[in-house]
């Protein structure tokens, strides 16, 4: 088992590497960049995202764009539309600033080895470190992801084992109508709603509409921190989880479902075990292996894209509105060092799910995989 974590860990370094590479060549394609953007701001014509011509070094030009280039004085010409009238040394002081004055290949390389060092830069537009950006946002991607994902798994996998041990009765069939309908509707609509009903919209106004905490936070007590801050994360959270029970309770369902019919359960009955004993003695650990290889992927969903639309509504500022923000922004440093970091916790997550695994199942070993 050490072994296989070992791989595993070094596997991590060529993973991440690639993801970097890939990521990095389609930032380079797509339109519109950091010189543009503040040449766009300088001469009133902002247009965000999409004044990029030029690729990733000083001399591409974006297909079909060949002969549109703005002269400058000093007889060359500028890759960037809005440049005219500009002084030729502050476009070139532009591109040195934002790092574009070298070929692609060099920036990379310098980025990956500021990454190694854990410096992930500083961002272009906000004018301070990326590492403070990410973990002044972390603690609500944290905190959504964790606690909506948690709850989700505390309900799910109950309600699951007991639709399958009661299928097709009425209890399982009123059950899927309420998942279904709880799917259908999307987390934003709910998040909507929860608003209007309960933090002041039109009805009653229990709960904030805004931020994680309240100003007076710090001078709350222990018990006081712990009850406000559940109290700013209620209707995020609550609105997260209600979309997201109709998948993974069904999964659970279905696994139990298929393993309660195979021998060994009938075997296990036919020698006198309690039904929870085969249940939750012998059923559980096999019908779980499914269950628990999706958790990676919900948690990371829900980290960085499901909260988007959440954290918009309710005015929180996390990893998945900061990721969105500088893309949109062409915000590179920010972009590349979310990038890294879902993907590093992503490959974590997988390993901690590998490992659980051979807990729940010990016939589960990855001692003689190569």
Known sequence: MIAYIIRRLLLIVPTLFGIMVINFAIIQFAPGGPVEQLIAQITGTDIAATARIGGTTSGDVAPGTEGRQTARADGTSSRYRGSQGLDPQFIKDL???YGFDRPAHER??????????????????????????????????ISLGLWSTLIIYLVCI???????????????????????IGNAIPAFIFAIFLIVLFAGGSYFDFFPLRGLTSANWEELSLIGKIADY????????????????ASLTMLTKNSFLEEINKQYVITARAKGLSEKRVLYGHVFRNAMLIVIAGFPAALIG???????????????????????EAVINRDYPIVFATVFFFSLLGLLIGLIRDITYMFIDPRISFEGQG
């Open 95 to 97: 591109e040195k600033r």
């Open 108 to 141: 990379f390389f310098k980025m990956l080895a500021d990454y190694v060092q854990f410096d992930f830069g500083k961002s272009f537009f906000r004018d301070r470190r990326v590492v403070d950006l990410v973990l002044e946002a972390m603690p609500v991607s």
């Open 158 to 180: 109950p309600l699951g084992i007991t639709k399958a041990v009661r299928d097709g009765q009425r209890f399982d069939v009123w059950t899927s109508v309420l998942v279904i």
């Open 230 to 245: 559940f109290w700013h994360m209620a209707l995020p959270i609550l609105a997260l989880v209600i979309g997201g029970f």
């Open 302 to 324: 829900i980290l960085f894209t499901g909260a988007l639309l959440i954290e918009v509504i309710f005015s929180l500022q996390g990893l998945g509105l900061l990721g969105f």
